[in-house]
């Protein structure tokens, strides 16, 4: 049995980022990892922008100015601007060539068709100048950017179509388990509804793995062996869920061992998830998975996401701790470290009830895990205590 520490640094230390680039267009890159700069094609904003609804002023010397038309934002108009002379203009409008400054409508008046200004103006006020935020050539996203919607968002008001990223990991999700039915079927004696397929998929979706495939197979030797050895060969990662334990049907581990993968660990000093396996054959990456929903879920934020985020070209791809004070009383009972789901709110954090592997409901109210390691044997409220924030 590893201890944590030492899991977590094995798995850092065998996945390796991915070299594979792959183009995809900007309204499908949100998570992705930019794999070159990118550079603008355009200066932003791409002409003299006005930053206001006003007056674009010939001058900035004169008090009155006679009123010589408008410019509606859209327009592809340069009218001439004298000295003496305003031009009605709206924000996002072109400002004339030969305009000194614009003058929001709040600071006017206009009297007899001029424009009366209420106070001074500085030179090229309210004007964002062409190139203002980028100009043409300049690097708009440094690789290693990660894309959130801001950055879509910015892609997209320079034009800019297709981007250059790090693929993301291909990965399986096998079920294994006699016993399991898909919610919306009637139970019989014995049966229980199979939940970790469905939430182990949203987990890797809210994270931005979508590239997902699904196998389900019953607790038998040949057949576990033979969608592993599959998915093995056709996925970046694949992720076991159930049949890893010692039990006399729990076929992965023998499964895995018979086809030859790099055994990294196999049981690791934790609760829950303590049969928690890691292998890697070929370019393949395998996580076996406790079968028990809580202990499937805790390893995967644990141990599955980083790796993935790190495959993925995440630099900043670590478990997220952090500290917190305990605002709960907890004595832990074995010399396993644990991880507990909890809620944490303004810098306190509540350890909630119902702990056991086999429960979600704790789960599906947490924000965060509460880490106990081996060394901790109880917390005290006010204590200062590790915790790991849930995406
Ligand atoms: N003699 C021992 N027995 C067990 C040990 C041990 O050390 N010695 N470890 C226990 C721990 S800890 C865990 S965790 C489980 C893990 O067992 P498996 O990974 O082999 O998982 P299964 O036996 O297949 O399932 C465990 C539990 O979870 C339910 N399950 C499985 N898959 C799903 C699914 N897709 N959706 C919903 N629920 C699922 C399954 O019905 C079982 O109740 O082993 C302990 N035993
Ligand atoms: O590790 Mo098991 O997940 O303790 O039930």
């Not at 970046?236 to 790099?262: H, W």
């Amino acid at each position: 049995m590893v201890p944590v520490e030492k899991a977590l640094q094995l798995v850092d230390s065998h996945i390796t980022s991915t070299n594979k680039i792959v183009t995809i267009s900007v309204s499908e890159s949100l998570g992705f990892v930019l794999a070159n700069d990118v550079l603008s094609p355009i200066n932003m904003p791409p002409f003299r922008q006005s930053a206001m609804d006003g007056y674009a002023l010939g001058s900035i010397e004169e008090k009155a100015f006679s009123l010589k038309g408008e410019v509606q934002a859209g327009d592809d108009k340069d009218p001439e601007l004298k000295k003496g002379e305003a031009i009605r203009i709206f924000t996002g409008a072109p400002v004339p060539s030969e305009a000194k400054a614009v003058i929001m409508q709040e600071k006017i008046e206009v009297n007899d068709n001029k424009v009366i200004l209420l106070e001074s103006v500085k030179p090229n006020a309210n004007i964002r100048p062409a190139g203002e935020q980028i100009k043409e050539g300049e690097i708009a996203l440094t690789k290693g950017t990660i894309i959130n919607a801001a950055g879509i968002g910015y892609l997209a008001t320079l034009g800019i179509t297709h981007i250059e990223v790090y693929k993301k990991p291909s990965i399986a999700i096998i079920t294994t388990g006699n016993e399991l039915v898909p919610p919306g079927q009637k139970l019989k004696y014995g049966q229980i509804y199979e939940s970790n397929s469905v939430m182990l998929s949203s987990a890797l979706k809210t994270s931005g793995f979508a590239d997902i495939s699904f196998y389900k197979v019953e607790d038998e030797y040949q057949a576990t062996r033979s969608i592993i050895e599959k998915t093995i060969k056709q996925c970046d990662v694949v992720l076991i869920s159930g049949g890893i334990s010692v039990g006399d049907y729990d076929f992965v581990g023998k499964a895995l061992r018979d086809l030859q993968v790099d055994e990294i660990f196999y049981k690791v000093k934790q609760k829950p998830g303590k049969p928690l396996y890691f292998a890697q054959k070929d370019r393949t990456t395998i996580f076996a998975l406790p079968g028990n929903p809580a202990s499937s879920l805790s390893c995967f934020y644990v141990y599955v996401l980083p790796a993935l985020q790190k495959t993925s070209g995440l630099q900043d791809y670590r478990l997220k701790r952090s500290t917190s004070i305990s605002s709960s009383g907890y004595s832990k009972k074995g010399e396993r470290a644990e991880f507990l789901k909890a809620i944490e709110k303004d810098n306190t954090v509540t350890i909630l009830d119902g702990q056991a592997s086999s429960m979600l409901r704790s789960f599906a109210l947490a924000n965060a895990l509460v880490y106990l390691p081996e060394e901790v044997s109880e917390i005290n409220p006010g204590d200062t205590i590790q915790i790991i924030n849930l995406p």
